[in-house]
């Protein structure tokens, strides 16, 4: 039985990973109609693993609240948030409770767009105004001159920051037209378009390195740990 459960989906992988890797470079029947074929059947398996995730999400909660776990009131708003929103989302209601004809269930008025725009907008806003805190203390530790490295990051991040802003202009903006690259915010260009592009590049190239690495290990099925096996 198990060797069933590793095996088909591993040949499942193996070749719809090679059929997908042949249309990028060969775009020609039978491999086109393959990819796309495999691409609609993708949407369908994920359709039901959003299914399977509010599932998993109203189980996890609800056993939280029957448990009265700890911190189980906010369990609550999760359960009633995620509810109310998948209700109100399928059934397309207005706010007077009748049915949208055209089934717009984001258009003007309907409780959906409510939920979206009284709650979901600003408490998004919240959070991501909470972790400007989070990322102020971050640069602040990160930032300390200890070493000759963390002195160059400090010096490029106080041009970036006074570059973006008026302040950097009118500290440096007397200077003469031959040492206009002293400018703040030609520096601050320049440490963008040259050091950062290149270091973002860099890593940029490490990840696609780590998804080709890792998805020649899923095709030939070299990494099996996503099926509860060994490796």
């Known amino acids: ?61 609800g056993d939280k609240v029957y448990r009265k776990a700890r911190d189980w009131p906010f369990s609550i708003v999760v359960l009633v948030g995620f509810l109310g929103t998948l209700i109100f989302g399928l059934l397309k209601l207005r706010m007077n409770f009748t049915i949208v004809p055209a ?39 990160a930032f300390r001159a200890k070493t000759r490295e963390a002195t160059l990051l400090l010096v490029s991040a106080f041009i970036i920051l006074l570059g973006r802003t008026p302040m950097g202009h009118y500290i440096t903006g007397w200077l003469p037209d031959s040492l ?18 290149a270091g973002q590049r860099a890593i940029m190239i ?5 998804i080709v690495s890792t998805s020649l290990k899923l095709i030939l099925g070299m990494e099996r740990t996503h099926l509860g096996g060994e490796e």
């Open 180 to 197: 206009s690259w002293l400018d703040i915010p030609n520096l601050s260009n320049w440490i963008l378009s040259f050091p950062n592009a």
């Open 206 to 210: 490490g990840i696609a390195l780590g």
């Open 103 to 141: 089934g717009d269930y984001i258009g003007t008025g309907t409780w959906f767009k409510f939920i979206f725009d009284s709650m979901f907008t600003p408490l998004s806003a919240a959070m991501f105004s909470l972790l400007g805190f989070f990322v102020a203390s971050a640069s602040y530790r």
């Open 1 to 61: 039985m198990y060797t069933l459960r590793v095996l088909i989906p591993t040949l499942i992988t193996f070749i719809v990973g090679i059929v997908l890797v042949a249309a990028i470079f060969i775009p020609r029947s039978p491999f086109r109609e393959m990819d796309q074929h495999f691409s609609t059947y993708f949407d369908i398996v994920a359709a039901f693993a959003f299914i399977l995730g509010g599932g998993n999400l109203v189980r996890m909660h």
